[in-house]
């Protein structure tokens, strides 16, 4: 089967033809048996996030692998990594080779399920890391993510177990103890809302926590959803001055919600704007920005996080911290780094692409758009906007914080390893 993708713009640079044959870009363009007009069409490798909630097994009320497959590939994803705070916990080779299976069966994207780091993370015992490294779903990232592995002896037997699997360990940085009963950032917003806060040095102190005890053990440490301008600048700190062992890695990401929401959304108590760690105020979000463009947060990730109705259609207090972000996350990356001049498409494919999928190792993803290369591909209408409504993303879920809203960019194909996964803006059936 060969695809002509016609007038194409790879990285939103000059126009050209991609040729797509048994799975792989190549040059030769004759006899296609497809020819696709992609006249104004910007093509970017296939997005890899690292940071997805899937829900299954044990939250199907909010989505599935497949439903959260589709949103995924509506957002120009090709490959996800699902986190293990599932019920029951991905802490175990049998839970991750269900997802992982789950994600080849539906097809949409490449699914990697997160080892969990400790057993039902509960953050006293480590889960069976090699086991779950050793089995068909080969486990290359472990975190706790929901919740932090908290107790600083632990984390340095994950981080060194993890260097020993040549696996990757993913901490949800926030020491609970300094979040206690937490519901927002602590700050005036927070203080004139009534809302108890979340400091920003929990976040902060374990990060730098991390950092010194990956450094020690020669580990990989990615931080998840990092959200403020301390966290850079510990970052800078701990790249800077460590005397690393060998085999020391420090990455992070940041969220789209936290590159453009701020915590004044906190106003008017909508639950939906209730995420973990929460939104800070602009000084922060601006920093996050400069810091992505530069190179000092490595990628995008988006913690999409579907919750059901219930959970968050109820007091603040009560309601589960999180938000949609599958679908929506190029948009806000456009609206945000690209539109402001801070990235251009280079950018957009290092941050939502190339890194992730160096940090993950992953081999056939965030590839170059180039003869040779798996075709695991998005292409995207930079011009468009459209209005974002809960209802109509693939999701189960409705959560997203953008109900309402006008954002740019849309997701028009995405190809992964040759074969279309969505068509014109819609999930492309199974059988070509
Ligand atoms: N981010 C959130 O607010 N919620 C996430 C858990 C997490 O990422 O901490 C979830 O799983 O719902
Ligand atoms: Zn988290
Ligand atoms: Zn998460």
Redesign the pocket.
Known sequence: MKTLIRNVRPYGEDATDLVVEDGLLVRDGTDPDETVDADGLVALPGLVDLHT?LREPGGEEAETVATGSAAAALGGYTAVFA?P?TNPTQDSPVVVEHVWRRGREVGLVDVHPVGAVTVGLGGEKLAEMGMMAASPAAVRMFSD??RCVNDPLIMRRALEYARSLDALVAQ?AEDHRLTVGAQAHEGPVAARLGLTGWPATAEESIVARDAMLAAAAGARLHV??LSTAGSVGVLRWARETLDARPGFALSAEVTPHHLLLTDTAAEGYDPVHK??PPLRPEADTLALRRALADGEIDCVAT?H?P?AVEAKDCEWSVA???MLGLQTALPVVALTMVRTGLLDWRGVARVTSEAPARIAGLPDQGRPLAVGEPANLTLVDPEATWTVRGAELASIAENTPYEGTDLPLSVVHTMLRGRWTVRDGKVAPREQ
């Open positions: 909630h986190m705070n993510d929901g949800h998840c959803h995420v973990n913690d996080a919750h589960r911290p999180g």
